[in-house]
Every structure is written in structure tokens, then in C-alpha cells.
């Protein structure tokens, strides 16, 4: 059974099986949220045809994060597109 991370031969260690969320939430002195997170390949990581397959693999290389909304507001303001489940995604 292979480990779950390796060196490779650059010295870099390499991830061989497995999955990872990382989030970063912070609530400031005034009880304001805000969160920063990031998945190794993106948010569809079952449909290879998906722009989001591994949209977030360069910034996971770069040890960077993204802006995780929670406010309707900021959901819709980066909204791509919008649709109920069940319905027909256009």
C-alpha cells in the first residue's frame, strides 16, 4: 500500500492518494466573519469536462487560498450561474 505522501526526488514532498479542504475562518473583535479556503483540484472533481475540474490546483501548488463567502450578497455578486437541482441547467 502506498503512503500517503512521498519525497520525490526534488526533495518536494509528493501527495499520492487521499483528498484535502483547507479552511481558514477568522472572526474579528467585532464578530465579523470572513473565510479563505482551497481543495487540491476544484469543486467538480467527478466531471473532468467541468471548468472547475482542477481550476484550483494552481493556487493549491502556490500554498494560496480563495475567498469562501458566506453573505448572499457576496454568493451572488460571484455567482457564474444560477439554477434549482432537478431542473434543467441551461
Same mark, same amino acid.
Request: glycine residues 6%; charged residues 25%.
Given at each position: 500500500?502506498?503512503?500517503?505522501?512521498?519525497?520525490?526526488?526534488?526533495?518536494?514532498?509528493?501527495?499520492?492518494?487521499?483528498?484535502?479542504?483547507?479552511?481558514?475562518?477568522?472572526?474579528d473583535k467585532d464578530s465579523n466573519l470572513s473565510?479563505?479556503?482551497?481543495?487540491?483540484?476544484?469543486?467538480?472533481?467527478?466531471?473532468?469536462?467541468?471548468?472547475?475540474?482542477?481550476?484550483?490546483?494552481?493556487?493549491?501548488?502556490?500554498? #494560496?487560498? #480563495?475567498?469562501?463567502?458566506?453573505?448572499?450578497?457576496?454568493?451572488?455578486?460571484?455567482?457564474?450561474?444560477?439554477?434549482?437541482?432537478?431542473?434543467?441547467? #441551461?
Amino acid at each position: 500500500m502506498p503512503t500517503p505522501t512521498a519525497v520525490d526526488k526534488d526533495g518536494c514532498l509528493a501527495g499520492n492518494e487521499g483528498d484535502s479542504f483547507v479552511q481558514l475562518t477568522i472572526w474579528d473583535k467585532d464578530s465579523n466573519l470572513s473565510a479563505q479556503s482551497i481543495h487540491q483540484f476544484g469543486s467538480a472533481t467527478l466531471d473532468e469536462t467541468s471548468p472547475h475540474y482542477a481550476d484550483q490546483s494552481p493556487l493549491f501548488v502556490q500554498q #494560496k487560498l #480563495k475567498p469562501a463567502w458566506f453573505e448572499e450578497v457576496d454568493i451572488r455578486a460571484h455567482l457564474e450561474r444560477e439554477y434549482v437541482p432537478g431542473q434543467e441547467v #441551461k
